[in-house]
């Protein structure tokens, strides 16, 4: 079966960490551009970080700089993403995707294959 799966989600206090896991099966991910999003209640998705297929390249938006981390281990076809120091307003599903092209994009509308996501909640 082709599907991606994210899992780290769960609840933390502020300045805390997780970190998410976005795993493949029935599909190589390392030929793929990797977006990680988040959506929180009422808000529209957005872009939080990027990595390029060979691992070289990855992207930030700026609220995240700095206490985010994204990596990615083609031999295990799993991408991650580090979360440190949360906040509060990082409460949202965070979602995996991938894009069939040579750069990264924040317009998740690019992005084909898409996990079921994994909830966040920063919270004391």
């Known amino acids: 079966q082709v599907q991606l799966v994210e899992s780290g989600g769960g609840l933390v206090q502020p300045g805390g960490s997780l970190r998410l896991s976005c795993a493949a099966s029935?599909?190589?991910?390392?030929?793929?551009?990797i977006g990680w999003f988040r959506q929180a209640p009422g808000k529209e998705r957005e872009g939080v970080s990027c990595?390029?297929?060979?691992?070289?390249?990855?992207y930030y938006r700026d609220s995240v700089k700095g206490r985010f981390t994204i990596s990615r281990d083609n031999g295990k076809n799993t991408v991650y993403l580090q979360l440190d120091i949360l906040k509060p307003e990082d409460t949202a599903v965070y979602y995996c995707?991938?894009?069939?092209?040579?750069?990264?994009?924040?317009?998740?509308?690019?992005?084909?294959?898409w996990g079921q996501g994994t909830q966040v909640t920063v919270s004391s």
């Open positions: 029935g599909f190589t991910l390392e030929y793929y551009v």
């Open positions: 995707a991938t894009r069939a092209a040579p750069s990264c994009s924040w317009s998740y509308k690019l992005y084909g294959r």
């Open positions: 990595i390029s297929s060979s691992g070289t390249s990855t």
